[in-house]
Each structure stands twice: as structure tokens, then as C-alpha cells.
């Protein structure tokens, strides 16, 4: 525990020698007595961090609560006192969000790289969202409790697919945690976008922290953000912090974890140091790397291409920039992130937003792939635009093995590939080019040719055109499963996300409903103007099991993108058609999953069922730009950020999913820097997950007498039987009874603990909290 406070970096004792004008000799004296200050700091035990210590604590119930307080202009928090304690709360503002800041560690000897916890205290009174932003590693973390929504409201871009669960509040006041790493510097109160603006703050003047809300209008239940106290504390023993985890024999297939981050790698892209969060790249996937093993994460997936741009690989094997243009400063930057997470033992699963190969004579600069109405763009968006793939040519085949080659197949003795993950982000539209339709005419038309006004004109013709063309795509990705297994990336499995969207499938309507358990709330709220739907009206409200009951999260996954005008949304993202993959090893299409309605019902998670397993996939929304002023400003930089439900029922929807389809791969569309402030409960879920085997499971009825307690078991040839037990309700159940068919004399394990269970007469009683995943082996059966 000492040594952990007695190692400093040199360049701190060489600033400490710089502060104090001193010599090095002197320097080191006063980076001794320094450390004889921190070795004063008092040491807790926080699970499941371990033990802390608390380096800086802000009283916010003070009236002068020191730490830099800046309140947001006129719009400053008040003093209240709620459950006992008092605390600074946010005023809800029409037409702007509010904010406070604190800075937190300044003169606190804070070490770049170091794993620290910042703790927010607040109380679950009431219905609550607030975002916690960070810029000790430049993270945006939003919470809700009670019936409050999290995401906005009204936001800018999307339609953010809400829902409002009257979820219990404990009553109490409760703890929201981030483990972190520390970044080089920071930037001052908000977040940055790549460059935009400097990052001038190092450890020794500390870092912000920012607790906010949206605008009124975009919070509509919640009764303002409250915290009590924030602290920080750094982890004392690094090591301790990585879940033990349970995995199923190696002669049995493994579940996958996995999650992407859209607009976070800016923190290292900058040329000069103020424009860099972290100097060295490679340690900011170390990060990663440190934050996975923490949370009980396998498998590491990033973008190689964003919206068609190569990302930190190098692409001259093929071509270079003539092929696919790079960023020669990073382009090797690929192959040291495969060591380093083969080196961690994760399986790697490289993200590709695929559309065609964009160098200077690049196959997606041809845009090969036309609309079927019109010849200049499929959207009105002009900067996905200037690329596309067409999926029917066997040149773009041709063109995305090369990419294959050179970010899986070259560094596939450096880490165990998982295969390859492809979401084209509108990119890989269906194609009524020139090619396609001859194609089509030769493949599925008898040899008859057709134009695009034939097809128009003609619905039966646009059907079967439809068809073929999903044939076509269905060919594309077994090919691409198929070249990784012909290069030693052995059970490779290729997923496909469809959907292009930050928050993921609606309901395929331009008027979907409102969802809730809780109308009585909401009725007299939506019914305010600015909630009404922008073509008059009132805003439908439906419960979760009601969009089970008529089908429409259903008929959202499978209608293609809604369209407007004289654009082809629906062609630049066609529907899932999972039927398709029924029979096909090897190859998922992601079924998308955020709000407790998406997995509610099993018809839809069973549609998606392929031979390679389930892969649910999270679609977190960005809420970008959603901290503004009343002119419509940025208050806090360039904002993105995602929320989660507070305490237990941040798993909700994992757990309503384990219930009803069993997913074997889980991945998670992170808007920016990934993190869980509820970390206990995500460890215990992802231990047990990971703890099954990717096996096909069929659900038991009559097992428990409480219908929010689903079990369903995996039989294997040798190795027994598993079960995933799960408590889908809100509440607690203590003692549920639970009869699995095991043999007399089975060894029963709880498989995340290890603790061995007792079964009398065939019955075994659990413990269970809201929305729990407990994972069962028996032996000897």
C-alpha cells in the first residue's frame, strides 16, 4: 500500500524543482515531504474498488463550498435540505440547460495515468437526471432515477426513443461512482471536440467536474439535479481491481462483451500538446484495456472506419492514399492496440463503417450504388454522401478483403480476431446503378432486362428487386466470413448492425408513441404545447406491454429508414431481414436494444436467433448539443453524452433480455467515453454472463411460483447443465424457490461466486435484488 504512494513520475519531481526554484536535490526534498503528506490521506474501503484514498472532498451543502465553485451565470444552484443532508440543487430553466463546476485535486499530487474514483452523492427522493461531466478523462455520464426520462426530451438531430419506468427510489441518499484514468491535461469546465480549443490544465491545477441538466422542457418529471458531496479518491492497489471471472470450459463456446466509442479518440489526435488529452495514444486503449478486466468486459472492438474513413491503420500494402487516404501520423497505431489487448488476453473485434474504399482512386469514391428516383444522392446528408458501396458488385468484395488483409489477417498471431463487426451508417445503400440492375436481370429476372422506371412502376417488380438485393447482401457478409476463415481466423463470426441510427429502430412511424407504466404522470405533462407533436395533436401514450401486444417494436426492426420528401431514406437503410440468417452460421444481424420495450418481447429477440447466437446491440443516443444557452449556445464545448438508469436497474434491459432471448453476444454503442457509474451491479451481471456458454437455451415454465423470476437452462454433451436465473421485476425477492431438474446429489454452483448451493427436495432457494442475472452449473446430472 505504501509503495503506491512512493512512486512518482520524473517530470513531477522536475516541476516541483521549477515551482520552487529550487535545485534537484532540494526538488527531491520537497517531493519527500510531499509524500509523506500523501501518505497521510485517509484510506476507505469502497466496494468494489477496493481500498481508496480520498484525495480532494467538496461539501456542496456549504455555503462556501471552495474547489473554484462557478455557478452558470443567474442560473445558480440553491441550498436545500433533502433526507437530512444538505445539498446544492439545479433550478429547471426554460430554453437553457444549467450547470455548476468545481475543480477538483488542484495541488493534490494528481498522477497522470493513475486509476482514481470520483463518488457524487446524491439523493433518490424523487424523480431525478442529471450528467456528470468529467474531465479528469474527458467522460460525459448521465443518471436518471423514478420516472425521470435521462435523454432529452426534444433533442436536435433524433428522435430519442424514450420511455419513463416509475422505477422505486431508495429513499436515501445514494453514491454514483466513475473509476478513471487520469489523463496528461484537461480542458477547462467542458468537453472538447478533437482540437477545438486547448487543454490547459495539467494535474497540478486539477481538473473540473460539472454537474448538469437540459433545459426544462427537455426534463419534464425530473425535479432538478441534487448532490451533497463530491470526492476523489485514487486507488491504492491497481491490480485488485480486475473481476475474477468464471468461463465455461474451452471445449464449449464463449459469450462476447463488447462496446464502440463514437466521439472520444479526439483526445489524442491533437499536433501540439495543449490539443492532446493524453500524450501517447497507446496508453488511452491501455485505459481501455485496464477499465475492461475492471467491468468483466472480453472482447475490445473499435472503428477502423468511421463513416468510411480509415482510423489508425496503415492502408499502403494496397495502395495507400491512392486506395484508402490515411493519417500517416498514426497509421501503425492499429497494430500496437492488437498487441497490447492480445497481451490482456481479449478477443479483438474490429468495427467497420464500411462504404467503399475513399483514397484518391478509391472504388466508394465511384458511388457505384445509385437511387432508384433520382442520380445525385440518396439523403440530404452531403457528407455521407460522397461515398457509397454496392454490395451487389463483386468488386466491393474485392475491395474489403484488402481491408481484411490488413487490419485482422496480418495481426492475427497478435490476438485471438473474434471476426469482424460491419455497420455501413447509410453507406451501403440498395443500389439501382447500372451494374445492379443488370445483375439482377441476369440472376433473378430471367435475363429480362428492367430499368428504374420499370421498377417504379411496377410494385410486384420493386418486390422481388428488394429480395434480391438482400440475397445479395446476405452473400456479401458470408463471403467476408468466409475469407477470415480461409486466413486462420477460426469459429470467425461476422455481425452485421443495420440500423445507421444513434438511437436505434423506432417504431416505423413518424408519430410513435409515448411510453410509460405511469400515464397518470405523464398525460397532463404531454399535453403541455411543447410537448405536442409538431403536426397537432396529442402525443399517444402506450405502455411497454402494450408495444409488445401490437407488435411495434417488431414492425420497427424490420421496416427499412422513414422517408421524406423526395429522398431515399429507405433505401440508404434498408430493413433487417434476419430470416434470412436462420440457417446461416457465422453470420448475426444485431438486434438494436436500449429502453425495457426493445427487449420485452421474445418473438422479436427470436427472429434474430442464427445459428451463431443472439447479438443484442445497444444504441445509445448522443443528446448532442443539448447543454445550451438561451441563444441556442454551447455552454459546456461540444457536448455528446448517454445516460443509464441508477443503481440496480441499470441492468434492467440486459436482464429483461437474458429473460426473454438469451443473447450470446452483447455490444454497447457508446456516444463518447465509455463508463458505468453504477459499476457493482454491471461486474456482477457481466460475471454472470460470461460465465454460460454461447449455447442455445429454452425457457422453463412452473419452475418458481413468482412470474418475475425467469429460468431457462443450456444442456451440454459432457459438461452438465447451466441455467440463467433471472429476477425481472422491480423489487427485491428474498428465499424464491426454485425447482431445476437436477438429479439427486447434483453439485450445484452459483458460477460468478463459485459458492457451492444446497438443493432440498429438488428445490433451491436465491436471494435476489431488482433486475439480477444469476448463473447456475450443475454437475453430475
Known amino acids: 500500500m505504501v509503495s503506491r504512494f512512493l512512486f512518482f513520475p520524473v517530470s513531477m519531481l522536475c516541476l516541483a524543482c521549477l515551482m520552487l526554484g529550487a535545485t534537484p536535490a532540494q526538488g527531491e526534498l520537497a517531493m519527500e515531504k510531499a ?8 484510506l476507505v474501503e469502497m466496494e468494489p474498488y477496493g481500498t481508496l484514498s480520498l484525495v480532494d472532498e467538496i461539501d456542496l451543502g456549504a455555503k462556501d463550498p471552495g474547489h473554484m465553485f462557478r455557478p452558470d451565470g443567474e442560473n445558480g444552484p440553491t441550498i436545500l435540505e433533502i433526507l437530512g443532508r444538505k445539498c446544492r440543487i439545479l433550478p429547471k430553466t426554460e430554453n437553457e440547460s444549467t450547470h455548476f463546476t468545481v475543480r477538483m485535486g488542484q495541488g493534490k499530487l494528481l498522477r497522470p495515468g493513475a486509476a482514481y474514483v470520483l463518488v457524487v452523492d446524491y439523493p433518490e427522493d424523487a424523480s431525478r437526471s442529471m450528467t456528470v461531466l468529467n474531465t479528469g478523462n474527458e467522460s460525459s455520464i ?49 468537453l472538447v471536440r478533437g482540437s477545438d480549443r486547448p487543454r490547459t490544465l495539467t494535474p497540478e491545477d486539477g481538473f473540473d467536474v460539472t454537474i448538469a441538466q437540459f433545459s426544462a422542457e427537455n426534463i419534464p418529471v425530473s425535479e432538478g439535479a441534487a448532490v451533497g458531496r463530491i470526492r476523489l479518491f485514487e486507488v491504492v492497489d491497481e491490480k485488485k481491481l480486475a473481476l475474477d471471472l ?33 500524450d501517447k495514444p497507446i496508453e488511452w486503449y491501455r485505459h481501455k484495456a485496464e477499465l475492461m478486466k475492471f467491468l468483466g468486459i472480453n472482447t475490445f472492438a473499435k472503428d477502423l472506419l468511421e463513416f468510411g474513413a480509415v482510423q489508425h491503420w496503415d492502408p499502403t500494402g494496397h495502395g495507400g492514399n491512392e486506395w484508402a487516404y490515411f493519417n500517416s501520423g498514426q497509421k501503425d497505431l492499429w497494430g500496437e492496440i492488437v498487441g497490447l489487448m ?28 445509385k437511387p432508384l428516383t433520382r442520380d445525385d444522392a440518396y439523403t440530404h446528408i452531403k457528407w455521407i454522401e460522397s461515398a457509397n458501396a454496392d454490395i451487389t458488385d463483386p468488386d466491393t468484395i474485392t475491395d474489403f478483403k484488402k481491408m481484411l488483409d490488413l487490419t485482422v489477417v496480418k495481426f492475427k498471431d497478435k490476438a485471438t480476431f473474434k471476426g469482424a463487426w460491419l455497420r455501413p451508417r447509410s453507406q451501403m445503400p440498395v443500389s439501382f446503378g447500372k451494374g445492379a440492375l443488370e445483375r439482377f436481370s441476369r440472376e433473378a429476372n430471367e435475363g429480362k432486362a428492367v430499368t428504374r422506371e420499370e421498377i417504379r412502376a411496377d410494385e410486384a417488380l420493386y418486390g422481388r428487386y428488394i429480395s434480391w438485393w438482400e440475397g445479395k447482401r446476405r452473400e456479401f457478409l458470408i463471403a467476408v466470413r468466409d475469407y477470415l476463415l480461409e486466413n486462420g481466423i477460426s469459429d470467425s463470426t461476422v455481425l452485421f448492425t443495420g440500423d445507421a441510427s444513434e438511437p436505434g429502430p423506432g417504431f416505423g412511424s413518424w408519430n410513435p408513441p409515448f411510453i410509460t407504466d405511469n400515464p397518470a404522470v405523464w398525460e397532463p405533462m404531454l ?20 408495444v409488445v401486444k401490437e407488435g411495434l417494436y417488431k414492425k420497427g426492426l424490420l421496416s427499412p429508414g422513414l422517408n421524406w420528401g423526395d429522398w431515399e431514406n429507405q433505401h440508404a437503410n434498408p430493413a433487417d431481414d434476419p430470416s434470412h440468417y436462420k440457417d446461416t452460421p457465422g453470420v448475426l444481424l444485431s438486434h438494436a436494444f436500449n429502453r425495457s420495450y426493445t427487449v420485452a418481447s421474445p418473438e422479436t429477440m427470436d427472429l434474430y436467433h442464427s445459428p451463431a447466437g443472439l447479438a443484442l446491440v445497444r444504441h445509445y443516443t448522443l443528446n448532442e448539443d443539448m447543454m445550451f444557452d438561451t441563444k441556442d449556445q454551447p455552454k459546456l464545448g461540444y457536448f455528446v453524452g448517454s445516460f443509464e438508469r441508477a443503481g440496480a436497474y441499470c ?33 456482477d451481471f457481466n460475471a454472470n454472463f460470461l460465465a454460460l456458454p454461447a449455447l442455445p437455451s429454452k425457457r422453463l415454465e412452473g419452475v418458481c411460483e413468482n412470474p418475475d423470476i425467469v429460468v431457462r437452462e443450456i444442456s451440454t454433451p459432457a459438461n452438465g447443465k447451466y441455467f440463467s436465473v433471472t429476477n425481472t421485476g422491480k423489487s427485491a425477492h428474498a428465499a424464491m424457490e426454485i425447482r431445476l431438474p437436477a438429479a439427486k446429489g447434483s453439485v450445484v454452483t452459483a458460477l460468478a461466486s463459485g459458492r457451492k448451493l444446497e438443493m432440498a427436495d429438488g428445490i433451491l432457494k436465491l436471494d435476489f435484488r ?12
Not at 509524500?35 to 485517509?42: G, T, V
Open 246 to 278: 468464471t468461463l465455461p470450459p474451452a471445449s464449449l463456446p464463449h459469450r462476447s462483451i463488447f462496446w464502440r466509442e463514437e466521439m472520444a479518440d479526439g483526445v489524442f489526435g491533437g499536433k501540439e500538446p495543449q490539443d492532446r488529452g493524453i
Open 142 to 190: 448521465g443518471f436518471h432515477t423514478g420516472l425521470a426520462l435521462g435523454d432529452a426530451m426534444h433533442p436536435k438531430y433524433v428522435d430519442n426513443r424514450l420511455e419513463s419506468l416509475d422505477l422505486p427510489l431508495s429513499g436515501k441518499w445514494e453514491e454514483w461512482a466513475l473509476l478513471f484514468h487520469l489523463h496528461d491535461r484537461f480542458p477547462e469546465k467542458g
Open 342 to 369: 492480445g497481451g490482456y488476453g481479449f478477443d479483438v473485434l474490429p468495427y467497420y463503417e464500411y462504404s467503399g474504399s475513399k483514397g484518391a482512386h478509391g472504388l466508394g469514391n465511384e458511388r457505384r450504388a
Open 770 to 781: 431488482p433486475c439480477q442475472l444469476i448463473s447456475i452449473h450443475v454437475a453430475g446430472d
Open 527 to 546: 399535453a403541455r404545447k411543447e410537448h405536442l407533436p409538431p403536426k397537432g395533436g396529442k402525443l399517444a401514450i402506450l405502455s411497454p406491454a402494450g
Open 35 to 42: 509524500r509523506e503528506e500523501a501518505l497521510k490521506r485517509p
Open 651 to 683: 441492468m434492467q434491459s440486459e436482464v429483461l433480455a437474458m429473460a426473454d432471448g438469451d443473447p450470446t453476444m452483447l455490444g454497447y454503442l457508446s456516444p463518447a467515453n465509455y463508463g458505468r457509474g453504477f459499476a457493482g451491479y454491471v461486474r
